[in-house]
């Protein structure tokens, strides 16, 4: 096992260059040069130019510039933001619970229903339910995401009025932030009404982020069921006389889990990477919407470390998925 | 497997009837799916309202009726008979507009798995075929590309490459073919010590001869089914893009863009948000139903059960 952990670990190093490189050489490769661009159509004077140029090490050796971005890295120092002279790395660990919170709930949302419909559909292989239950995944798989965030805030928010259009938060409530999670803060704060608000917050963007993750799972779900109800085990443990509950909810979910787990982990790793779409629709303060606007204010020192960041966490949650995966299936590690 | 050995007579006709037969084998399994039928049904639809708009649309895409600015569809109070769909906030015709943007959807799905299929297959048979370090750097590189949210990595591409429908094309592009070079490269590994192949290496046919016209063919069933399922991703990636104003730009009638463009009317003019969406979802439903019976048809481990 230690091999297996050690030979996965020694893999992400250059992935990790390759990636570093990838955000790094970025800035760089955009038209003209990174203080032009930030200045845009408003131009600068040559000497300003230089000066800024200077101040950023632009016109420095592109390997030195590597390398010490690499150095600044490694000491956590992922950049300054250009537009608003905050750190990198502060800002995105002041957004990150945001975006953690809307992901573990979309991600609760999706197994939560989709893997006891993906079971039920297997087991009933056929039925009503099955044909029903897989239609509606495969329309949800086929979901322009930001299309159905927008059909949900027309109903729930401006027809029916039951949740708020956008935000976190209702702003009469106000309270510091312990956790960054507004949940449990909420519930801290004491504040009459403030959980509330954060429940009602959170149900739209929840159900729209979950949507997909949630189709996969229940498609993947039944898939993996149907395949290990016609082992040879699965027969056994009915010849035995066993109870169905039984043969299916240990012998056969078991087994059928292994794959399905892989995919929750892997699209979490995606989902905590920010959702770009639903934290733009829902104007939810959270990764996803923060490297957006750098992009569209042309803050590239924050696009660069955020691409970074981000890149971080998929790799390391991937990681954390493969190990994972070696501990539930020991066939891997004998490889 | 294509290489079997045919009757030496009258190889021309047997070749076809070979192909006839594996056709129609293929339809069997493929039309025993009945949504799969339903959705290439949906699909060639789709496909000839795109080639055929100017014929079909009742005015042109970027026609402005000054006097009909946000006309519900026509079945509702206040709708006119000449605007099916309704009109959008400068008094274009939605459903024309619609027609239009059939084009761009389906011309951007094309050549975006076009180009991730080309330049995935040939990375994934390189990698497959020479292993060693070739196939260590190429396996590395689509790692590097698999590391960053898909959608964060083609936006960021955008933003360098500057907005606009082509660029945007070439960044889901590259975004799309990992997945590609992985599969090609799984499938040639698994074909690359078969008999066949060992026979033709015997034969004297050269690398180039070996990657691309003894293994790729018959590898080429879970790149048919990869191929649909980016088809739907690249148009949906696609819209996102233009949703997000980095894709096609106004007035282009794309439907994403359409979207974006609508985004402050949601609540006063539902159509023209409701109508855009709508088309993007019954076509990726559509291709994604063809590429659920195309699964079943062509994957030999299902058709035993």
Same mark, same amino acid.
């Given at each position: 096992m230690f091999r297996y952990i050690a030979s996965r670990v020694l893999l992400l190093i250059p992935t990790f260059i390759g990636i570093s490189f990838v955000a790094f050489i970025f800035i760089r490769l955009l038209p003209g040069d990174p203080v032009i661009a930030l200045a845009g159509e408003r131009g600068m004077t040559p000497e300003r130019h230089q000066l800024l140029m200077e101040q950023f090490g632009f016109n420095r050796p592109i390997w030195e510039q590597y390398l010490s971005f690499l150095w600044n890295i490694f000491h956590g120092d992922f950049g300054t933001s250009? $537009?608003?002279?905050? $750190?990198v790395l502060a800002d995105f660990l002041t957004l990150f619970p945001a975006t953690l919170e809307l992901s573990i709930c979309a991600m609760l949302f999706a197994v939560i229903i989709g893997i006891p419909a993906g079971i039920f559909a297997a087991v009933k292989r056929g039925s009503i339910f099955d044909q029903l239950s897989m239609g509606i995944a495969l329309v949800g798989y086929s979901m322009p995401i930001f299309w159905w965030g927008i059909l949900l805030i027309i109903l729930f928010a401006g027809i029916l009025h039951w949740t708020p259009v956008s935000g976190r938060m209702d702003l009469i409530y106000f309270f510091k932030p312990t956790t960054g999670f507004m949940l449990i803060d909420s519930l801290i704060s004491g504040g009459k009404g403030a959980f509330k608000s954060a429940v009602s917050h959170l149900i739209l963007p929840t159900i729209v982020l979950g949507t997909i993750p949630l189709a996969v799972i229940a498609r993947q779900t039944r898939s993996a069921m149907l395949e290990v109800l016609g082992e040879d085990y699965v027969r056994t443990a009915k010849a035995k006389g066993l109870a169905q509950k039984r043969v299916i909810g240990v012998h056969a979910l078991r087994n059928a889990m292994i794959p399905v787990i892989t995919t929750i982990g892997l699209q979490m790793g995606l989902l905590m990477a920010g959702a770009i779409l639903t934290e733009t629709i829902f104007s939810w303060p959270g990764i996803g919407k923060w490297m957006i606007d750098a992009i569209a204010k042309r803050d590239y020192v924050v696009v660069q470390g955020g691409l970074m960041l981000v890149a971080l966490i998929v790799m390391t949650v991937n990681l954390i998925v493969d190990l994972l995966y070696a501990v539930v299936n020991p066939r891997i590690r004998v490889k | 497997m294509t290489n079997e050995v045919s009757p030496p007579v009258p190889i021309a006709a047997a070749q076809s009837s070979g192909r006839m037969a594996r056709f129609s084998e293929f339809w069997f399994y493929f039309s025993v799916n009945k949504g799969a039928v339903i959705g290439l049904a949906v699909l060639v639809f789709l496909l000839l309202v795109a080639i055929f708009a100017p014929l079909i649309a009742p005015h042109a895409p970027y026609q402005q009726y000054r006097e009909a600015l946000l006309t519900p569809p026509s079945w509702q109070a206040g709708g006119n008979s000449m605007f099916l769909l309704g009109t959008d906030a400068v008094g274009r015709d939605l459903l024309s507009r619609l027609i239009y943007g059939a084009r761009f959807s389906l011309f951007i799905g094309l050549i975006v798995v076009t180009i991730a299929m080309f330049s995935g297959v040939i990375l994934g048979v390189l990698a497959g075929y020479f292993r060693g370090w070739v196939d260590a750097l190429i396996m590395r590189i689509m790692d590097i590309i698999l590391a960053f949210p898909p959608l964060l990595l083609a936006l960021v591409l955008v933003a360098i490459l500057g907005p606009g429908l082509f660029n945007a094309m070439i960044a889901i592009a590259l975004v799309l073919q990992p997945h590609f070079a992985r599969l090609t490269r799984a499938a040639v590994m698994s074909e690359k010590n078969r008999e066949y192949v060992i026979a033709s290496k015997l034969a004297g046919a050269g690398h180039l001869r070996l990657m691309f016209k003894t293994i790729l063919p018959n590898c080429l069933a879970p790149l048919i089914v990869q191929g649909t399922l980016s088809f739907s991703n690249a148009i949906l990636e696609a819209a996102a893009l233009g949703f997000l104003g980095m894709g096609a730009q106004p007035p282009t009638p794309e439907w994403g863009t359409m979207l974006a463009e609508a985004r402050e009317f949601i609540l006063r003019a539902w159509w023209v948000v409701t109508f855009p969406g709508l088309a993007i979802l019954i076509t990726v439903l559509a291709i994604n139903l063809v590429g659920d019976g195309l699964r079943d048809a062509l994957d030999p481990k299902l058709k035993r059960s």
């Open positions: 250009i $537009a608003s002279k905050r $750190a | -």
